[in-house]
Nanobody, 115 residues
């Protein structure tokens, strides 16, 4: 299974970025897809996740109201729209895809928010 992220970059505080992730190579349908991040000196944390049906999403308290996770099952993709970005959102963002037989991670994409 390959998980590939795109869309990171440098943005000023208050700006927006959209991250995209595409999963390929599995014959099984995923259970859920999500985004995690790891900031310098901190542990990896869940940012947002969405189950396959799209009927349930989970967000970290720190991003509620600013970030939106969506998915396209036909394309096996998950996007993270990030608005009103803050310097504390600076981190490497990782895409995670969960299947019945395990989970897979992308290589990560850097998001840097300048003040």
């Amino acid at each position: 299974v390959q998980v590939v992220e795109s869309g990171g970059g440098l943005v000023q505080a208050g700006g927006s970025l959209r991250l995209s992730c595409a999963a390929s190579g599995s014959i099984f349908r995923d259970i859920a897809m999500g985004w995690y991040r790891r900031a310098p000196g901190k542990q990896r944390e869940l940012v947002a996740s969405i189950i396959r049906s799209g009927s349930s999403t989970t967000y970290a308290d720190s991003v509620k109201g600013r970030f939106t996770i969506t998915r396209d099952n036909a394309k096996n993709t998950v996007d993270l729209q990030m608005n009103s970005l803050k310097p504390e959102d600076t981190a490497v963002y990782y895409c995670n895809v969960q299947y019945n037989n395990g989970e897979y991670w992308g290589q990560g994409t850097q998001v840097t928010v300048s003040s």
